[in-house]
């Protein structure tokens, strides 16, 4: 035995690990500079910042951070750059952390800093003219939507976490909604951005132009990105002016293929007026009526689907009910709807609306479940559920289809609850590999799209190998390494370098 030889390696060893220490101390004092020390946390209860939204997955954090202003932003990145190679730091952008795909909560690695937005929430201007409004990132999507209308417009994104979620996360996942089929996805309601760059420089793009053909749309590129490309700290969003209506109905159809042939008419009957189309599963359905009994959730015991209708006019009441009214009429006539239901008022409007709103709330109530977040396009959608249907339930008996989403837009939450009276959680670990790629395979043999609205995350970036050309990839890859060289943001989501 060599001593010396052991007594100099526990002597160097001693030496980096108090070098290390001291680095990390140096880098929390700067940090506490930059944004305050209140605004670093480090100790105590840090949940809400390190589990996901389903309580599946939770990571350790080096320090939560939360600046309170762009130039913050930009010090705080720039100090995590400086000490990238020394600590291995990196940076997971985070805002009401209301994400599906494990996107937005630290690894357990410990050297993850969750650079929070939510300080950041000021709505900074609203340009009548422009039909505009210039909000920052922290912006809670509910605040950003009441702020437009007590000027007397409409933001439209809306979706079931809009109480908590944020518009840099919406932005940072593309985010979809019940508004789509209308309006088109958070991407088609922003037209600039101000991003913090992973070298610590501030974009300042936030022009509101609806036309700038310099050069490649970079405001598109960072949109979806989910953190990997930059840090987006303000958004100039697309306003509308407030309909003068807006109705909804709720309807009966006996088929998938009778819901695609009532969108049809929708579409032909409403036009633009068309807002909203969402459809239901009898068994999704049921999860609400079961699990939120003070709810009344119309004719679903009768039929094995229901849709969800939103007509919004620029007239006046009067004229969106007799188009609704004609609109369900013809649908009778042909056979797409069994009965249907126009809410009288706006309670009762969004009494229905709840409804619908309230499937994602039940499914944990019924236990441990699998998501998925599809889209097909919206003539295939009755054949892939048939044909997903029959494959899951030869291959998987007893499995319970938790199917409801935006029909209009061709996006389903497709969505298996284990068999029932079993062992929930023992389920999930033997089988739910075996059910995303039963679904994640059909989803590829009709054309479709593995991730619609949620975004890749961590939980999908391995399964995009399978369900991305290898082209795609590469020019995915060769950009994250271009713009973000040492990979400081948000590492391992999206796409691996």
Not at 85 to 98: F, H, K
Not at 300 to 306: A, G, M, S, V, Y
């Amino acid at each position: 035995m060599n001593t010396h030889d052991d007594s100099r390696n526990d002597l160097h060893a001693a030496t980096r690990d108090g070098l290390h220490a001291s680095l990390h101390d140096e880098f929390l004092k700067s940090l506490r500079a930059v944004v305050g020390a209140a605004h670093v946390l480090t100790e105590g209860d840090l949940s809400a910042w390190q589990t996901d939204w389903r309580k599946r997955s939770s990571g350790k954090a080096l320090a939560i951070i939360r600046p309170g202003a762009t130039q913050e932003v930009a010090d705080v990145v720039k100090l995590c750059a400086q000490y990238r190679n020394a600590l291995g730091v990196s940076i997971v952008p985070q805002g009401g952390n209301t994400g599906l795909v494990v996107g937005s909560i630290p690894d357990d690695s410990g050297t993850q800093i969750v650079l929070s937005l939510q300080r950041m929430n000021a709505v900074r201007a609203i340009d009548a003219a422009n039909l505009t409004m210039t909000v920052e990132a922290g912006c809670i999507l509910q605040s950003v939507q009441e702020a437009a209308a007590l000027e007397g417009y409409l933001f439209p994104l809306s979706l079931a976490a809009e109480g908590s979620c944020t518009i840099g996360g919406n932005l940072g996942t593309n985010a979809g909604g019940t508004q789509v089929v209308r309006y088109g996805n958070a991407r088609d309601l922003c037209l600039g951005l101000e991003v913090v760059t992973p070298q610590g420089d501030i974009w300042h793009g936030l022009s509101g132009l609806r036309k700038d053909n310099t050069g490649y749309d970079l405001t598109d590129l960072l949109i979806g990105s989910e953190g990997t490309l930059g840090i987006i700290t303000a958004a100039t969003l697309k306003l509308f002016p407030l309909p003068a209506a807006q109705l909804t109905a709720w309807a009966a159809v006996p088929s998938l293929d009778h819901a695609v042939t009532l969108l049809g008419l929708a579409h032909r009957h409403l036009g633009a007026g068309l807002t909203g189309f969402e459809v239901m599963g009898q068994f999704a359905l049921g999860l609400v009526a079961r699990h939120f009994p003070q709810q009344r959730v119309p004719l679903f015991e009768q039929t094995p689907w229901c849709v969800l209708l939103e007509n919004s006019d620029h007239e006046s009441e009067t004229h969106a009910r007799k188009q609704f009214e004609r609109l369900l009429e013809i649908a009778l006539e042909q056979g797409c709807v069994t009965d249907a239901v126009v809410a009288e008022n706006l309670t009762q409007a969004k009494a229905l609306w709840h409804v619908r709103e309230s499937i994602p709330l039940a499914q944990p109530l019924e236990g441990p479940n699998i998501k998925h977040d599809i889209s097909i396009a919206v003539s295939l959608i009755p054949e892939f559920v048939r044909v997903t249907d029959a494959l899951l339930a030869q291959g998987l008996p007893g499995v319970r289809l938790v199917n409801f989403g935006h029909l209009g837009d061709g996006n389903l939450h497709y969505n298996v609850q284990a068999p029932k009276g079993g062992d929930a959680m023992a389920f999930l670990a033997a089988h739910e590999a075996d059910v995303n790629t039963i679904v994640f395979d059909s989803v590829a043999q009709f054309g479709g799209s593995i991730s619609a609205e949620h975004g890749v995350g961590s939980m999908k970036v391995d399964k995009l190998a399978h369900h991305k050309s290898p082209v795609a990839l590469g020019m995915m890859r060769a950009i994250k390494r271009a713009l973000d060289p040492t990979n400081l943001m948000n590492p391992g989501r999206v796409v691996r370098v």
